[in-house]
C-alpha cells in the first residue's frame, strides 16, 4: 500500500546540513543572526515537533547565530521536548507572565550573538510573526528598529528545495492518502450524507497510517461544485453528483496536498469534459516541470490546455503551490511567479476550470522537481473520471 514506514524525525547530520547553508546565506545577506518564531521555521532547524502550537497563550522563539547552533528561548513547558532535539542552548521562563513573556531572555540572546549587527526575521508574504505586537515593538525598542531586516526570501530558498529525507516522508503520505482515494468505491456511496463522507475518508486514512488528517475540504453537485472551503453539510450525495475531496494528511510532520473527483452513479458531459480537460492540464505541468523552468512557465503550461480547449479557469488565483511542512508553502504557480525550479522541490500541481454556471472542478497531483524533470509523488488519478456505482 504506502511501502516500508520511514523512520521518524531525521539524523543530527540533516540539521547540521540545513543550519550550514543558513549560516551561509546569512554571511551573503549580512544578517548576524536570525530571530524565528513560527513553527515551521523553528521545527525546520531545531526538529522541535509538537501540536502545543495549536495554543495561542505562549510565545516560542529560536535565535540562529552566524556561528554556532541555534539558541532555543521557549517556555519551561517545552524544555523537556527540546532537550530530545539536537539543540543544546535552551532557555526557558515560566509562561505565561504578567509582564515578561520571554522578551528578557530573547533581547539578551540576540545581544550575545548579534551584538550591533543585523537581525533578519521573516516579513514577507506567506510568513508571520508568532508574538504579541507590543513584546516585539519592546524588543525592537530596545536593540534598535534599523537593525531587523527581512529574511523571508532567504528562508523561502532554503525551505523550497527539500533532502531526499524529506522528500521521503512526503512521499510515504502520499502514498498513504492514494491508498484511501483507491478505496472510494467502499468509502462513498449515493445517498451518503457529505459529512460521512469526509469522515469516512479521514477514518480510512488514519488506519493507512497517516498521523492526522487536519485538513479536508471539497465539494459535491450536478456537474461540478461551486464552493470547496466549507464544512459539509449533511446533504446526501445523489445521483449526477461530482464529489470532490481535497487533503492535507501528515506523516512525521510532512504534508501531501492534492483532491480527486468521483462521478456519483453517473456524470454529464460538462463533468467528464471537465475531468479530461484538468487531466490534461496536469499531463502539460507534469512536462513543463524541469530546473529551469519558471512557475509561471507550469501556470501558462496548464493554462493554456484549458484554454485551448475552450474552458474558464477557476479563478482561484493559482494553479498549485510548495508543499512541505506546510500544506501550502512558498512558491506560489502563477502568471507573474519567476521562481525557476530546482532538482528537490516539491510542488502541487492544481489546474481548475468551470463547467456549468459558477461550478467548477478541480484536480490536482504531487511533484518533485529532479535533475531529468518531474517525478510523481501520488498515484496518478483514472484518465475518466472515476464512477462510483452501488454495490
Known amino acids: ?19 550550514e547553508r543558513a549560516q551561509f546565506a546569512m554571511a551573503e545577506a549580512g544578517f548576524n543572526a ?21 495554543s495561542p497563550t505562549r510565545p516560542w522563539f529560536l535565535v540562529v547565530p552566524a556561528q554556532g547552533k541555534p539558541i532555543a528561548v521557549i517556555p519551561e513547558i517545552g524544555a523537556a521536548l527540546m532537550r ?11 509562561s505565561p507572565h504578567p509582564t515578561d513573556d520571554g522578551v528578557t531572555l530573547l533581547r539578551e540572546a540576540l545581544r550575545e550573538v548579534a551584538g550591533e549587527g543585523v537581525i533578519g526575521t521573516p516579513m514577507g508574504r506567506e510568513s508571520h510573526l508568532r508574538m504579541p505586537l507590543k513584546d516585539f515593538k519592546r524588543l525592537t525598542d530596545a536593540l534598535g528598529r534599523e537593525r531587523f531586516r527581512d529574511a523571508s526570501p532567504m528562508i523561502r530558498k ?7 529525507a524529506e522528500i521521503t516522508k512526503i512521499t510515504h503520505i502520499c502514498a498513504i492518502a492514494s491508498s484511501t482515494f483507491e478505496a472510494g468505491a467502499e468509502l462513498f456511496r449515493e445517498g451518503q450524507p457529505l459529512s460521512d463522507a469526509f469522515r469516512a475518508f479521514k477514518t480510512k486514512c488514519l488506519e493507512f497510517g497517516a498521523d492526522d488528517v487536519p485538513y479536508l475540504v471539497g465539494g459535491a453537485g450536478l456537474g461540478g461544485y461551486d464552493d470547496v472551503i466549507s464544512p459539509p453539510s449533511d446533504a446526501p450525495l ?12 501528515v506523516f512525521d510532520g510532512y504534508f501531501c496536498d492534492f483532491d480527486r473527483n468521483y462521478a456519483i452513479g453517473e456524470a454529464d458531459d460538462a463533468a467528464k469534459r471537465a475531468h479530461d480537460i484538468l487531466f490534461l492540464a496536469v499531463e502539460a505541468g507534469i512536462a ?15 493554462r493554456g490546455v484549458i484554454a485551448e480547449a475552450g474552458g474558464a479557469d477557476g479563478d482561484v488565483g493559482r494553479l498549485g503551490h510548495g508543499l512541505g511542512m506546510q500544506l501550502t508553502e512558498w512558491p506560489s504557480l502563477t502568471d507573474f511567479d519567476e521562481t525557476v525550479l530546482e532538482p528537490g522541490m516539491v510542488l502541487t500541481l492544481e489546474p481548475a476550470t468551470r463547467t456549468v454556471g459558477s461550478r ?23 484518465r475518466e473520471l472515476p464512477m462510483l456505482t452501488a454495490p
Open 1 to 19: 500500500m504506502s511501502g516500508e514506514t520511514p523512520e521518524r524525525g531525521f539524523p543530527e547530520r540533516e540539521f547540521e546540513n540545513r543550519l
Open 158 to 164: 532554503l525551505r523550497m528545495v527539500k533532502s531526499e
Open 34 to 54: 536570525l530571530l524565528l518564531t513560527s513553527e515551521p521555521e523553528v521545527r525546520y532547524f531545531s526538529g522541535f515537533l509538537t501540536q502545543f502550537w495549536q
Open 84 to 94: 530530545k532535539t539536537w539543540l543544546d542552548d535552551i532557555r526557558t521562563w515560566a
Open 288 to 302: 513543463a516541470a524541469r530546473p529551469g523552468a519558471t512557475c509561471s512557465d507550469l501556470y501558462n503550461a496548464m
Open 360 to 382: 467548477i472542478m478541480v484536480h490536482e497531483e504531487n511533484i518533485v522537481v529532479r535533475d531529468d524533470g518531474a517525478e510523481l509523488l501520488t498515484r496518478r488519478t483514472p
Open 238 to 249: 445523489a445521483r449526477g453528483d461530482v464529489l470532490m475531496l481535497d487533503t492535507g494528511a
